[in-house]
């Protein structure tokens, strides 16, 4: 693609769509055409302050553009990302990518058979904190995950699997290459009809294990994950876009070694802008993106198979409640 300026949209401009287009709309080299949303209203309010022009219809803002972010709620990734691949547009789609495995198929087929870029919205992959740890990490055994969030009205229309867990599942797929071996689940519904909170154990062939506790309905916000190695345990505090790097450096003869501590990370990096910036310099050069359809779908496809697994033990934990009556309880009278 020539200097000229890669011309974008948003399609989708609730919470998050309306930082898409913040981004796009201070870079220099972007021109954001438009908004899009079913609610014109809003398309109204973030094309006004992003100096656009709002649509009701994405249909039509893709007759315009290069390329558009897609920030719409996720039953809806698969039939909106499809048009715009058919409309020989690149996407940066939200993570989940899709619901199913077989729509995710669909995506990265249509975007490889047209040699259009499908980047997935994996946002954690940016966080300064995940790129600073990655040049620590040598032979990770035992991965420990504490991702709990206070509870919002927005993502909800998925589980808290999809929500945040599938989040640390890409983070550790990228950096365990490795074949999982097993998985452990457990989790529950608590305010929504779906799972709001939930643990689950992955056992890798190699030996490494993950173990992931994600709830959308905590007191605070709580993102880290602690790798343990030999020689070295890696604590990343994703909120702080910190890692502190921690080993036992060998004290004077006859002395208790003592701890070698060192902080990585750069705190005032904007993730969001770093994720949109690769999209734009990926449009630019056809680069293959960080997080790739096949990424997504990959992430997907664990993040499917622990809420398969955790529904298959409600519905065991609910037939059993049923057979014993009265929550096991023995009547006496």
């Known amino acids: 693609m020539s200097k000229e300026k890669v011309r974008v949209g948003v399609i989708g401009v609730g919470?998050?769509?309306?930082?898409?287009?913040?981004?796009?709309?201070?870079?220099?080299?972007?021109?954001l055409v438009g908004v899009a949303d079913t609610n014109p209203d809003r398309a109204k309010e973030i094309a006004e302050e992003c100096s656009t022009?709002?649509?009701?219809?994405?249909?039509?803002?893709?007759?315009?553009?290069?390329?558009?972010?897609?920030?719409?709620?996720?039953?809806?990734?698969?039939?909106?990302?499809?048009?715009?691949?058919e409309h020989e547009v690149d996407i940066l789609l939200e993570k989940p990518m899709t619901t199913t495995l077989e729509q995710a198929d669909d995506l990265i087929a249509l975007a490889d058979r047209k040699k259009l870029l499908l980047q997935v919205g994996h946002l954690e992959r940016f966080n300064p904190a995940v790129l600073a740890m990655q040049p620590l990490l040598h032979n990770p055994l035992f991965i420990e995950v504490h991702r709990l969030s206070t509870f919002k009205n927005r993502g909800t229309d998925v589980d808290v699997?999809?929500?945040?867990?599938?989040?640390?599942?890409d983070i550790i797929?990228?950096?365990?290459?490795?074949?999982?071996?097993?998985?452990?689940?457990?989790?529950?519904?608590?305010?929504?009809?779906?799972?709001?909170?939930?643990?689950?154990?992955?056992?890798?062939e190699n030996g490494c294990t993950a173990n992931i506790t994600v709830s959308r309905?905590?007191?605070?916000?709580?993102?880290?994950?602690?790798i343990f190695q030999p020689g070295k345990y890696l604590s990343v505090d994703f909120g702080k876009k910190e890692v502190m790097a921690i080993k036992l450096k060998q004290g004077v003869q006859g002395e208790i070694p003592l701890p070698d501590i060192s902080r990585h990370g750069f705190s005032e990096q904007d993730v969001l802008e770093m994720?949109?910036?690769?999209?734009?310099?990926?449009?630019?050069?056809?680069?293959?993106p960080t997080v790739?359809?096949?990424?997504?779908?990959?992430?997907l496809a664990v993040a499917l198979s622990v809420i398969n697994q955790i529904q298959q033990n409600q519905e065991n934990f609910g037939h059993l409640m049923g057979e014993q009556g009265n929550f096991g309880f023995i009547n006496h009278s």
């Open 292 to 299: 790739s359809g096949h990424e997504g779908r990959r992430a």
């Open 15 to 31: 919470y998050l769509g309306r930082f898409h287009a913040m981004k796009y709309a201070a870079m220099d080299d972007v021109r």
């Open 161 to 169: 699997i999809l929500d945040l867990m599938i989040h640390d599942i």
């Open 53 to 85: 022009t709002p649509f009701t219809e994405y249909q039509v803002l893709l007759e315009q553009v290069d390329a558009v972010s897609i920030v719409v709620p996720t039953v809806y990734h698969h039939a909106v990302a499809m048009t715009c691949l």
């Open 173 to 204: 797929l990228s950096i365990i290459h490795s074949p999982i071996k097993d998985i452990h689940t457990m989790g529950a519904p608590v305010i929504t009809q779906l799972t709001d909170i939930a643990n689950a154990r992955i056992i890798f």
């Open 217 to 226: 309905i905590s007191m605070e916000n709580i993102r880290r994950m602690r």
């Open 275 to 288: 994720e949109i910036r690769e999209f734009i310099d990926n449009i630019r050069q056809r680069c293959k």
